[in-house]
Structures are given as structure tokens and as C-alpha cells.
């Protein structure tokens, strides 16, 4: 199923391209990493698909439907989460309550239900708990459940960003350069942790400056440079692509 | 002599507290002293008291009353004089709220007039004498609503998912508005809380002290802001702790050393503790990230 679709996507501002004419879809399943050196207009049309920005011309679909420009808390609802580039939990949280919190776009409780604990209210808390305890348990943070979420290491704090954006139940996951400032185990670790996220069915949309992540995990690769979509292809393709090696070693480097 | 000074501080101090409650929420959402909130206390004493003797309502019933309409007043004052000026710099929202405080009470002297009104006996005052301590019936259900009020709040805050995104709005409004939470509702919301509160603070003074007034909330609002700023502004436990510390020392000051210095000993309170701990008893030290 063809989860994200944007079609001759261009984004201006003033006289500045920063994305032109940029065709791109994501199907069910799929990870799919998008590149570019810095500058390349990766985090526009990262804005431009989830609805922040409106394109200057272009359409995005999501799950078949135009994607208007919405607020960001519509999007989420809507089934796209995502993480940040630079970590963003709730500091003075529990590991559990920053998963929990996801969960709170797919819940009904109101401010009534809330001062006077109704049934309903405590049933959806409760599942509320068990769904974020099974997110701990899927990304093997069990242990470190009651922890304050910014005491852990960065490595847990990530995943725990990112146990924390599916609690949202995206259809579609945006990981913001997720090894970025992490050592090489801990790359290897999130190399891992991506394919499994996968297995799990769920479709992911990565941006990573690390190619060896990259590499190993994109079943499909898009390249952006200045703007225009330069490749796109599977991780053998791109590697050989005299384009992108020029984008990003020069023109010397092509030869 | 001290054991009755003693119980007419914890009085007082409940009622800073409440009141302090909603300025610490309020300013733990959008970083904004609200300074209308003395204000939404004095309309909570007038709602309440023309529930009684206007509408003839049962005590519980204008008490509530006072308070649900007290939190649409928040509602209103957050959309119509907060909201459209966000996302300008603090200090416009700051006139707004100074503003909106002026507005408020010369809304109230024209709807109840200008001069103080009576507030009828609705609770008979017995005074109880247990262990040497002396309180009356009024103090008594000022310290029990206040507590109930209090417990019902730390457990929505703690412990239920409006609470919870209560505390990811304050501690990232971005990353909460990406995580799927509304954040505007979960600012009106807090506005709603800490007014309701206020009110139910506000008609209970007016119980106390069986009169009320459109100024009744100015002085209350400073010190409420004051017993805020002592506990830690954002924290609410910071703020009960701050508002019972407040109304302890203004009742003991007040009698031992003098009931003409009882405003200046709160100030004085305040100069101390910021000295010493400027973040507040219980506030966290913010570092500055360079």
C-alpha cells in the first residue's frame, strides 16, 4: 500500500529553491532513508510531507487523502510520528510517563472524566500503561521504566524517543538523524533497532548523515542536492551513482 | 494566644495556597505571571455569593458554582487577551494581563457596584478547643476544602493523561504539539484549573471575613504571587508550601510584633528566601545552556 506520496514538489522562500520539483512516495513496510549534504533541503521537504510547511506547488498524499497544512498535532494524529534531531523528552519524566504521553492523541479522556476518575477514565489509563509497558518491553527498556528519562545514556535516551513516537501508532515513522553524536556500538545498536522496528510492520521514513547506517538498513535511498532529487535507488545503486559521489566529494571524486 | 494565631495562619495559608496554586500553573504553562489572577479570585467570591442570595443556591451548589464560572472567566481572559499576543515578546502579555486585571475589576463594580457587600452566615461558627489547639468551624472548612481541592489536583496532574500533558506542555511546548497533544487546549485547560481554584479560594475568604468587594483581590493576588515565587514558581507543591509559610508568619507577625507590619513581613519572607535560595524552596535551578 502506498502509505506517503508527493508529487513535483517545489518549496520556496523569497527567491531561494530550497526543494524543486521533487517526486517521492513511501510504500507499507518499507524503510526508506533520504540524503543530502548539509544544505540540501532534507528537513524542508522533511516539513513540506508531514504538513509544517506548504509546498509552494505540489501535492502530498498520505493513506490516499490530500495532506492539507495542519497543525502539528493533527499530523500526529493523522498516523506520522517522529523523532528529533536533537533529543527532545520530558526532562523531569519517568521513561514510562514520556511513553505514555504519546499515547495521548489515540485516547478520549476529558478534563471531567479526569478530576472525577470515571470507570472509562481509569480503564483508558490502564491501557494507556500496558500499551507504553509493551513499547518498553519491544524496545528493551523494561528495566529502566522508572528512571528519569534524561538520567539515562544517549543511546536509551533515543530509543526512548522512539518508543515514545510509536506509542503515537504512526502509520509512518520519521526518524530525524537518529545516530546522530552516537558512538559506533551505539550506531550498531540503532542499525539493529531500525531493522526490528521494521519487522514489526511499522514504515519508516529516515534522515542520516551516517552512510553505514544508511547502507544497512534503506531498502531504498533518495539523494537531495540544492534542492532537486540528484538519485534515488536501492543502497548498491546509490553507491555507484556518479552523481551523488560528485554531490558529495566533488567533481574530482567521480572520476 | 500563639495556638489561636497558630490556626488563623494555617487558614490564611490555605487560601494563599489555593491561590497560588493557579499562578504557579499558569506560569509553568506559558511562562506568564498572570496577574489578573487576584482578580478571577474576587469574581469566584462575587459568582459564589450571588448564587446564594441571588439564585438562592445551596452553599455546595454556589461554591461549585462560583468556581465553574470563575473558570470560563480564565477561559475567556486566555483567548481573548493572551492568545492573540503569543507569540509576541513576554512583556506585551504582561500589559495584557495588567490590563485585563483593571478591566476585570471595573467589571465587577459595574455588575455588583463598587461598595463592599456582606456575605450572609451560611456556616454557624463553633470553635472547637482540642489539645490546647482553637479553631473555628470556618477555619476548619477552609482547611478541608483546601486539601480536598489539592488532593484532587495532584492527582489529576500526577496521574492522569490531562495531567500528563500538562507537564509535556510545560516542559516542551514543541515536542508535546508533535507528540500529538493539543497544546492550546492543554493551556486553556490549565487556565480553567487555576482560576476554578482561585475562585473557591476567593469565596472562601468572603465566608471568612463575610464581606466582599471588587479591589478584595489585589493584595491577595501580590501575596499569592509572592507565596508562588517562595515555594519555587511552576511547582505545586512549591506553591502550598510557600502559601502556608506566608499565612503562618503574616497571623504570628501580626501579633507579636506588630498588625500594622503584616504586609511588609510577607515582603520581607520573600527578600530572605530569594536571598538565600532564589529559585524558590522547592523550584529547580534552571541552567542556562551557553
Known amino acids: 500500500m502506498r502509505i506517503l506520496k508527493a508529487k513535483k514538489i517545489t518549496k520556496a522562500f523569497g527567491g531561494l529553491l530550497a526543494v524543486n520539483n521533487v517526486d517521492f512516495h513511501i510504500d507499507s513496510g518499507e524503510i526508506v532513508s533520504l540524503i543530502g549534504p548539509n544544505g540540501a533541503g532534507k528537513t524542508t521537504f522533511f516539513n513540506v510531507i508531514t504538513g509544517i510547511h506548504e509546498a509552494t506547488s505540489g501535492e502530498v498524499q498520505f493513506l490516499g487523502k490530500k495532506l492539507k497544512k495542519s497543525k502539528p498535532f493533527e499530523i500526529t494524529k493523522l498516523g506520522i510520528g517522529r523523532t528529533f534531531q536533537n533529543i527532545r523528552l520530558f526532562a523531569s519524566m519517568t521513561v514510562l510517563e514520556n511513553i505514555m504521553s504519546g499515547q495521548y492523541c489515540r485516547t478520549h479522556t476529558d478534563l471531567f472524566g479526569a478530576i472525577f476518575a470515571t470507570p472509562k477514565a481509569k480503564l483508558e489509563e490502564k491501557k494507556i500503561r500496558e500499551k507504553a509497558l509493551e513499547l518498553l518491553d519491544f524496545l528493551e527498556l523494561t528495566d529502566k521504566k522508572d528512571e528519569l528519562a534524561v538520567s539515562l545514556p544517549y543511546g536509551y535516551q533515543r530509543r526512548v524517543e522512539i518508543a515514545r513516537a510509536l506509542a503515537t501508532e504512526p502509520k509512518l515513522l520519521l526518524l530525524d538523524e537518529p545516530a546522530a553524536g552516537m558512538n559506533t556500538s551505539e550506531k550498531l545498536d540503532m542499525t539493529k533497532l531500525i531493522r526490528k522496528i521494521s519487522e514489526k510492520g511499522y514504515t519508516t521514513l529516515v534522515i542520516e548523515h551516517d552512510m553505514k547506517l544508511v547502507m544497512g538498513i534503506s531498502n531504498r535511498i533518495v539523494v537531495l542536492d540544492y534542492g532537486n532529487k540528484i538519485a534515488e535507488g536501492s543502497p548498491e545503486e546509490i553507491q555507484k551513482n556518479p552523481k551523488v559521489i560528485s554531490a558529495y566529494l566533488g567533481k574530482g571524486g567521480a572520476q | ?290
Open chain 2, 1 to 290: 494566644m500563639f495556638m489561636e494565631q497558630l490556626s488563623n495562619g494555617i487558614a490564611l495559608g490555605s487560601i494563599y495556597a489555593l491561590t497560588a496554586i493557579g499562578f504557579t500553573m499558569v506560569y509553568g504553562i506559558i511562562r506568564l505571571i498572570n496577574f489578573a489572577h487576584g482578580d478571577i479570585y474576587m469574581i469566584g467570591a462575587f459568582l459564589t455569593l450571588t448564587g446564594i442570595t441571588l439564585l438562592n443556591m445551596h452553599l455546595v451548589m454556589a461554591f461549585l458554582f462560583g468556581m465553574a464560572g470563575a473558570a470560563l472567566f480564565g477561559i475567556l481572559i486566555a483567548k481573548l487577551a493572551y492568545s492573540p499576543i503569543f507569540k509576541a515578546p513576554r512583556i506585551n502579555i504582561f500589559l495584557s494581563a495588567i490590563g485585563t486585571a483593571i478591566f476585570l475589576e471595573n467589571f465587577a463594580m459595574l455588575i455588583w457596584g463598587p461598595e463592599t457587600q456582606a456575605f450572609p452566615d451560611v456556616i454557624q461558627n463553633n470553635v472547637y478547643t482540642f489539645l490546647g489547639f482553637r479553631a473555628s468551624t470556618l477555619q476548619l472548612v477552609i482547611l478541608g476544602t483546601t486539601i480536598l481541592l489539592v488532593t484532587v489536583l495532584t492527582y489529576v496532574v500526577q496521574y492522569t493523561k490531562i495531567g500528563r500533558a500538562m507537564r509535556c506542555t510545560s516542559q516542551d511546548m514543541d515536542a508535546a504539539r508533535l507528540m500529538g497533544i493539543n497544546t492550546n487546549r492543554v493551556v486553556y485547560i490549565t487556565f480553567a484549573l487555576g482560576s476554578s481554584l482561585g475562585a473557591a479560594a476567593g469565596a472562601l475568604v468572603g465566608m471568612y471575613y463575610k464581606a466582599v468587594f471588587p479591589m478584595m483581590g489585589f493584595v491577595p493576588g501580590l501575596k499569592a504571587f509572592i507565596a508562588a515565587v517562595i515555594g519555587g514558581i511552576g511547582s505545586i507543591p512549591g506553591a502550598m508550601l510557600g502559601g502556608i509559610i506566608m499565612g503562618v508568619s503574616e497571623s504570628l507577625g501580626a501579633a507579636y510584633i506588630s498588625s500594622g507590619y503584616r504586609d511588609a513581613i510577607a515582603f520581607i519572607i520573600l527578600i530572605a528566601i530569594i536571598l538565600i535560595k532564589p529559585s524558590g524552596l522547592l523550584g529547580k535551578a534552571v541552567k542556562e545552556k551557553v
